[in-house]
């Protein structure tokens, strides 16, 4: 198992302790995969910030042109943009200091995982909607 897919134990631990899910790359386009599971999410009850220069508001939330512009505490920080931005998004979190950094399916950077872990979780390569899903 990576580094970076906690067990089903430690995603309940997780979940139960987050309410407010910051989605880094969250777009206004209902089509698009990080609007879907966004969706979802709030759906179940988060409080989802859309972290999007490019729009004003997700899901009937202000967004933020990036994480340090958010007024207010973050538990997760949920990333929809390639591996390549992970590195400056894992930064700029830790300023935050969110409890978990987490990337979507598909996106992985060992590297930043080596530099962060001590900082706030990192999870890797899961989708947080069929993880919580498959909690419930």
């Known amino acids: 198992m990576e580094p970076y897919h906690p067990t089903l134990a430690e995603l309940g631990e997780i979940f139960d302790e987050t309410k407010t899910i910051a989605v880094v790359g969250l777009s206004d386009n209902e089509e698009r995969t990080s609007y879907k599971i966004s969706k979802h999410m709030q759906d ?10 490019k729009v004003d508001h997700v899901l009937g939330e202000k ?22 931005f992970l590195e400056a998004i894992a930064k700029e979190a830790k300023d935050i200091e969110p409890k978990v950094f987490w990337a979507q399916k598909g996106i992985v950077d060992e ?3 080596e ?10 390569d899961r989708c947080i909607y069929v993880d919580y899903a498959s909690l419930k």
Request: net charge neutral.
């Open 111 to 113: 590297a930043v995982y």
């Open 63 to 84: 967004a933020y042109p990036n994480l340090a512009s958010i007024p207010e505490p973050v538990d997760i920080v949920n990333v929809f943009r390639r591996s390549e």
């Open 44 to 53: 179940f009850g988060f409080k989802i910030i859309p972290v999007n220069p």
């Open 115 to 124: 530099t962060h872990k001590d900082d706030f979780k990192i999870v890797m």
